[in-house]
């Protein structure tokens, strides 16, 4: 595998089911991000991992949890989700958390909350 | 706050025409950092060039050009010669230096580029 991977690529789940998001990165890099992609906003940042400590948070609901065990792997648990919830979730890692690295992407999990 | 506005939503060409994507950001930082990137129809987010802002050299890789402009705030983006392939979402992105405090990416809002045979 290189880059970034993502599993599952879709998943339908309902409001009362826990799920989680995997996200793998095969780059070497340090950093990790989760960002929210729906149809009506742009790209929104939720978390930011720096050596798998937690740097940002950007609002997001308690219903989001991430988990960094080591720099190479990131996850989403996702638990009582609401329909808006509904989007595609990309993952991202770039070399470092400094704001001149670029980010690279997954292919992103398309979640639909019935 | 930083802000990125491309006021494209959509633009339609026929192969081998040239297309320009606008972006015009919003920061008080003299350093920051600005990014092109392409999303096609299957989802992941391609990175396309990084600009610093002490950088005003335009680029030029292949058939892709950019402009930066620091005195209109803009960080333009044209495809010469268009060709099918490059159907897909351009974003543009800022990051401000915020030192160790991580890499939080700001992005527009997207502009669809859609190339017709």
């Known amino acids: 595998e290189t880059g970034v991977t993502q599993t599952p690529r879709h998943l339908v789940m309902g409001m009362t089911n826990k799920k989680s998001l995997k996200c793998e990165q095969h780059?070497?890099?340090?950093?990790m991000y989760w960002y929210k992609q729906s149809a009506k906003k742009p790209l929104e940042l939720m978390f930011v991992?720096?050596?798998?400590?937690?740097?940002e948070n950007n609002s997001v609901p308690s219903r989001f949890s991430p988990e960094c065990p080591n720099s190479s792997h990131l996850f989403l648990h996702l638990h009582t989700l609401q329909p808006e919830d509904s989007a595609l979730y990309l993952c991202?890692?770039?070399?470092?958390?400094?704001?001149?690295?670029?980010?690279?992407f997954g292919p992103g999990t398309r979640l639909t909350v019935t | 706050a930083q802000k990125v506005t491309q006021a494209q939503t959509e633009i339609s060409v026929v192969e081998k025409e040239d297309v320009t994507l606008d972006c015009v950001y919003e920061?008080?930082?003299?350093?920051?950092?600005l990014f092109w990137y392409k999303q096609p129809p299957s989802g992941e987010l391609v990175f396309l060039i990084r600009?610093?802002?002490?950088?005003?050299q335009n680029e030029i890789s292949g058939r892709y050009s950019w402009n930066f402009q620091k005195s209109t705030s803009s960080f333009n983006f044209t495809i010469t010669a268009s060709q099918v392939v490059d159907s897909a979402v351009y974003f543009c992105?800022?990051?401000?230096?915020?030192?160790?405090?991580?890499?939080?990416?700001?992005f527009g809002g997207g502009t669809r580029v859609l190339v017709k045979p």
């Open positions: 991202a890692s770039s070399h470092g958390g400094l704001p001149s690295y670029e980010q690279y």
């Open positions: 780059l070497g890099h340090n950093a």
């Open positions: 991992y720096n050596f798998k400590e937690q740097t």
């Open positions: 920061t008080r930082d003299t350093t920051y950092y």
């Open positions: 600009r610093n802002s002490f950088d005003e």
């Open positions: 992105a800022l990051s401000e230096e915020r030192g160790a405090a991580g890499n939080k990416l700001t």
